[in-house]
């Protein structure tokens, strides 16, 4: 199976200001996606992230607050911008892998927590 | 778009016996089902997946079946163990998005 991996694995940030995670995936893919996990909570799809492209935003999330890059096809970034103690959540990068039956798979997470 | 429904919110099952978590969906152009199981404080582990071609695969102690006609699948674990203590969510995908169930916390007692 594919190994995805993301940077940082967690942060504690004040209100304000911006947060940058890296996703790095070291196979083939073709689709990359950004999900939240609230505590508790199930994943709710943030974004896909297109390469060379602007990134599909789901309902309720929007470009300037969560700005996503996909300069090539395994590397993925998504800025958490303006932050607010409501931001704080667990960030997750995922992937649909070429050649292994389009399987999705998910990185490790940034755990995050704004003051 | 897809809306994903799981069912019991939580299980507590004695350790031995079988698990079974059921979802349904809306969407009858998904094709193809995950289950994912998520311990605390690590990432979501796809542990099987069924596509709208089958009915039903298994895994070792692990089977799921799906029924499209009802729009239904559910996840079934034999002979439980500790290890198996977890969160598990199923999740439906039409096209290339994954809509998911708000999830089943798994508790096997010893």
């Known amino acids: 199976s594919a190994v995805i991996s993301q940077k940082p694995s967690r942060d504690i940030c004040q209100r304000g200001t911006s947060l940058t995670i890296q996703c790095q995936v070291d196979?083939?893919?073709?689709?990359m996606f950004w999900y939240r996990q609230q505590p508790g909570q199930s994943l709710t799809l943030i974004a896909t992230a297109n390469q060379g492209s602007e990134a599909t935003y789901e309902s309720g999330f929007v470009i300037d607050k969560f700005p996503i890059s996909r300069p090539n096809l395994t590397f993925s970034t998504l800025t958490v911008s303006n932050m607010s103690p409501e931001d704080s959540s667990i960030y997750l990068c995922?992937?649909?892998?070429?050649?292994?039956?389009?399987?999705?798979?998910f990185g490790p997470g940034t755990r995050l927590t704004v003051l | 778009g897809e809306n994903v429904e799981q069912h019991p919110s939580t299980l507590s099952v004695q350790e031995g016996d079988s698990a079974v978590i059921k979802c349904t969906y809306s969407?009858?152009?998904?094709?193809?089902f995950p289950w994912y199981k998520q311990e605390l404080g690590k990432r979501p582990q796809l542990i099987i997946d069924i596509r709208s071609n089958v009915g039903e695969k298994k895994d070792q102690r692990i089977a799921v079946t799906l029924n499209k006609t009802a729009k239904h699948f559910s996840l079934h674990i034999t002979e439980t163990q500790p290890e198996d203590s977890a969160v598990y969510f199923c999740?439906?995908?039409?096209?290339?998005?994954?809509?998911f169930g708000a999830g089943t916390t798994v508790t096997v007692r010893a």
């Open positions: 999740a439906a995908r039409d096209a290339w998005e994954l809509s």
């Open positions: 969407d009858s152009a998904s094709n193809y």
């Open positions: 196979s083939q893919v073709t689709m």
């Open positions: 995922s992937a649909i892998m070429t050649g292994e039956g389009y399987t999705q798979y």
